[in-house]
């Protein structure tokens, strides 16, 4: 019997992610290198709540936040949306049934866009985490657009050592990036696999690796890419 392609997961992912991956000869451990803990103040709780009676304008690029905004208001509010897609999108459509989604976007370059071409947004709301990166409130804010950020949770690395050597990792946030590599270092024939263009810029900070972009932030997208790349290979 062939030997399987051996990957690791730096997020637990869903058991038919991996059976799936195991009907095509690849081996998937999934470990957590971070870890997402609802954190809201009771300052920014009271905010929240002022806010879920005015039709705002908000911004989420994480079901963390989603999830955590969601247990404050129910879901009963009636917002105008701005997501990350498709997981955050999903999340957002699920709980938050009464508000609408103006806009879309596979990442945060691609949402601030979609944000400036809307000609009525003025003020935002952005729901976030501690370690949220600069470039979606920078571009807004260089287009004269007042970002209110509330943090609702925060993201904590959990560094894990990997003895086991694998034929592809992969990396679904820059957080997770950051934490893997404070303990190891991968072996230059290892392929990483990222869940889109921000964690594919984090990776550059610490490898030169050849890399996979996954061109939609998913799960099932990225486990395909990692069949496919694999796929060419037994046939070259």
């Not at 095509?24 to 470990?31: A, V």
Request: glycine fraction near 4%; aromatic fraction near 8%; hydrophobic fraction near 40%.
């Amino acid at each position: 019997m062939q030997n399987k392609i051996q990957i690791l997961s730096t997020k637990k992912i869903g058991h038919s992610f991996i059976e799936f991956a195991d009907d095509n000869n690849i081996c998937i451990d999934s470990l957590n290198f971070i870890e997402a803990e609802e954190s809201v103040s009771d300052e920014i709780k009271n905010r929240i709540i002022e806010l879920s009676q005015q039709n705002i304008t908000a911004i989420f690029t994480s079901s963390n936040a989603v999830n955590a905004v969601g247990k404050i208001v129910s879901g009963q509010t009636n917002w105008k949306i701005f997501c990350i897609e498709p997981s955050t999108k999903k999340t957002v459509e699920d709980i938050f049934i009464h508000s609408s989604i103006a806009g879309a976007a596979k990442d945060a370059e691609e949402l601030s866009q979609k944000i400036i071409e809307d000609k009525f947004v003025k003020q935002i709301v952005f729901f976030c985490g501690n370690q949220r990166r600069d470039l979606l409130p920078s571009e807004l804010n260089k287009n004269g657009i007042e970002v209110e950020e509330l943090i609702v949770y925060n993201t904590i690395e959990k560094p894990q050592i990997v003895s086991k050597k694998y034929d592809g990792i992969l990396f679904f946030s820059p957080s997770a990036v950051k934490s893997f590599f404070s303990t190891n270092n991968l072996e230059e024939e290892t392929v990483i696999f990222t869940i889109g263009k921000t964690t594919a810029e984090e990776v550059k900070n610490f490898s030169n690796n050849t890399m996979v972009v996954s061109e939609i932030p998913d799960t099932a997208k990225l486990i395909s890419e990692v069949i496919k790349y694999f796929s060419a290979i037994k046939t070259v």
